[in-house]
């Protein structure tokens, strides 16, 4: 049984989670360096230009929009089709080297760091849109294409990819993480909307999860290995093509900001417009310290309170429904009349501002860093957990503006750390790992979309259990008995 | 590479289908019978009456609602919580024993015939529905509950669940089977629908796929275990409780019938009303012949050509407005004006008429047996394939009504034959494999929602490819080393 951690490992692990990267803190006997034989290898697959030894392009990969260290690979490659990338995980595979799948880099769990070495598959030069089939509201994309070249592609078809989760990241990588952000609540996440997965195993091998080219909206052939690997944060296979559902962009769409006395009002209103049945397409909270730094960050001037922006999707006539709904439902809880974004560009504006928050915590302490938090519970038990963390933060004296995807129950807290400040970092850590804990006792999850990275392998471990845990090995063996894909992300393999 | 059968060994094949079962044609010389030893384990666990020997239960047990032979287990067990199952499984795991486990027995694919003998695992005593969290729309349920008696539960509490595949099966068993039915155009399948499950492995260790507990409604913590075993059909582990997301009950509830010149307009309707974004909440396929069967079983009296039966669910204004343009949609491709079933009485009455498909295709040929396809393709695909079938089965001298939920691009034929007639078994035979080839051709698969079991095997390692299959296989070697969970089920073990 899992007995949790003394302070004292406690901080020496954070510092170590920080630290954690091949040249400083682990040893890698059991790995070759890539030897100049394998790098010939690489070149005659991918081509001189497909192929990086840089400093700046390893440091680069390494990684991701987390504050874990960057752990840069030995080599960067940068294959040009599945292929290739079959053959150069062949060579991977006989030479033993690492491989790490790297999309866009905008990961928040220290996903793409190469803590054992080896070599990065970089899959930006994969980036054609396959496949597009209007009529069955599907499209096929290579792992280069992100959700917003995807949308801006659909833009005449009248269709559109919704999963959203602010960063404008690869599509595949979205896969990989199980990714979902502020439409979820009404689309579903990336484990809803992906059909198919073609999948480069860590022998080369080429799978397709539901069969090559197929794309029935369900199936119950046999395992589900779409939803395997959709997750899986490159553990398992490299993502080299993806297979997503898609939905008719609605006739209207508007959207509104209402500010509330508290933060139970936010959530209470929520709640109740989901029971009510409002088919909403976001709704976001943002507390007092959030609205605040987004008012600074994008000139706005919203009440510096609890705050929720709303989305609404539909007909015309459908969506005054929805509203008028909505609106008795804040108003019966105190909430603000609504601040109306109707055309595209005040939505846009809005939902920017949204997005941005990243940023707009971050402004808040120049020179620092952001560290974004991710928890998610029942419904219910929001109100009680916000309040909670709220006063946790003040009682740590810690900056850490909250803004959550609340109709699924999940949020964040924004850290904006001082990274030279080593007191700030361990309470910044314990204030995590209470966090953390805190959903976990609220029948929650340690992570609601970021995944688990480097950064929650001890929490997932708490949170599933060591039985389940073990089965994830079992599945990681099965696929990767060689250990080589992604090492040490959601599983500390070995070390348990 | 899988080169298909040659028509002798498919009437092998066939037959062997048909025949399947450890009396007949299989060799048991791998597995022990169950010795009185054994029995007595059995007995001091789940106590006298909790374990049966009488042919008639083992018969009762060996055996779905399919056309595949009865497959008698040598011993059923009843046990009464997760604690007995476990400890049953740790017997029959030490002495090699199968484990099969059975929820309703209304599967379609042969999933619980016994082919190799062993213990039947009847879940039927675990019938208590817990930890309903209304708040949350979510609840938790022991293995021998089925879906209506759930909804019964629910009743007063203005939520459901709406998976509903026909049969009044047990909600862990359509979780098994990836289940779905004629809701899930609009509420998914038990994939988009199970929160979390608690499944006994094949050595007895009891896991919880998302932790003890958990019921976030979203979560990106480690592998998919949740989606791993929904739909494994008992060869990975045995369910004993599924956690599952549930739906308030709409304000309003409106279904129609509609008749049509041709399938192509039935069809042709379906696609434009899902791509006008109505929320529609079944729409359902049945072609001339299937009309006309259950005109005659329901004592109903629509016109005998094809035919949807559509809901509608919202508030009343939202209705009107789905109503009015899916009407306009129907009438534009010639379709009838709608008939009306408004209040619950009525509305039970047609759906009633449409999941007596079954048994009104069966009194098409009173003393046949009914044996029901599944193939599910893209939507735009649909009229193509089914006018396609339309016509094998009249040059297959045949008879298969088909009825289907094509909404999600799914449909059925349900073949009604003369079992003692070996001839019109081999026709519906190379009938079924044609129907399932040509959904493979248009990008489709073999199984829309009635899984694998012992039918589909060669089909679904033509629709996957060797290497997706040998995933599969390593997944089941990885939780089940002893090959005992369900044996011979999805994949053919050691066989291909």
Chains 1, 2 share one sequence.
Not at 230 to 255: C, D, F, H, N, Q
């Amino acid at each position: 049984m899992w007995l949790g951690w003394s302070t004292g490992r406690r901080l020496l692990a954070f510092r170590r989670r920080l630290q954690l990267c091949r040249n400083v803190s682990l040893p890698n006997s059991a790995r070759g360096a890539v030897e100049d034989g394998v790098l010939s290898k690489f070149r005659s697959i991918c081509g001189e230009d497909g192929i990086s030894l840089g400093e700046a392009v390893r440091e680069q990969h390494g990684k991701d929009e987390s504050v874990h260290r960057c752990c840069p690979p030995d080599v960067v490659v940068f294959p040009r089709c599945v292929e290739e990338v079959s053959a150069l995980a062949r060579v991977c595979h006989k030479h033993n080297l690492p491989i790490i799948p790297f999309g866009t880099g905008t990961g928040l769990e220290g996903g793409v760091g190469a803590v054992q070495g080896g070599v990065c598959f970089s899959l930006r030069n994969m980036d054609q849109i396959l496949d597009l089939h209007p009529e069955d509201f599907d499209v096929t994309v290579e792992p280069g294409v992100t959700r917003k070249s995807l949308n801006a592609y659909l833009r005449d078809t009248g269709l559109w990819f919704p999963v959203d989760p602010g960063a404008d990241a690869s599509l595949c990588g979205m896969a990989a993480t199980s990714a979902s952000g502020t439409n979820a609540v009404r689309y579903g996440t990336m484990r809803e909307n992906v059909m198919n997965l073609e999948v480069v195993l860590a022998d080369g091998t080429i799978i397709h999860t539901a069969g090559k080219g197929r794309r029935p909206r369900k199936t119950s052939a046999g395992y589900n290995l779409t939803n395997l690997f959709v997750g899986s944060e490159g553990t398992l296979g490299i993502i080299t093509k993806a297979t997503l559902r898609l939905y008719g962009i609605p006739e209207a769409m508007v959207s509104a900001v209402c500010s509330f006395p508290s933060v139970q009002t936010a959530v209470d209103s929520t709640v109740q417009i989901l029971q009510a049945g409002v088919p909403i397409a976001r709704i976001e909270f943002l507390d007092d310290v959030m609205i605040d730094a987004c008012n600074r960050f994008s000139s706005l001037s919203y009440a510096v309170t609890p705050t929720l922006f709303l989305e609404f999707h539909g007909s015309e006539r459908s969506l005054e429904e929805q509203v008028n709904t909505a609106e008795e439902i804040t108003q019966s809880n105190g909430g603000s009349d609504f601040q109306w974004a109707r055309d595209a560009e005040t939505r846009s504006r809005l939902w920017k501002a949204r997005h941005d928050a990243w940023y707009a915590a971050q402004a808040l302490r120049p020179g620092c860093k952001a560290y974004s938090t991710d928890v998610c519970v029942p419904l219910s038990r929001l109100p009680q957990i916000i309040m909670e963390t709220k006063e946790d933060l003040i009682e740590s004296r810690l900056t850490g503006p909250i803004a959550g995807h609340v109709g699924d129950g999940n949020f964040h807290c924004l850290m904006v750390v001082d990274p030279s400040d080593p007191d700030e970092l361990h309470r910044v850590h314990l204030f995590t790992e209470r966090l953390a804990r805190r959903a976990l006792a609220m029948d929650g999850t340690c992570t609601g979309e970021h995944g688990v990275g480097l950064g929650k392998r001890a929490l997932l471990r708490e949170e599933l259990g060591p039985q389940a845990i073990q089965v994830m090995q079992g599945l990681k063996d099965a696929l990767d008995p060689k250990q080589l894909l992604n090492p040490e992300k959601i599983l500390q393999h070995k070390e348990q």
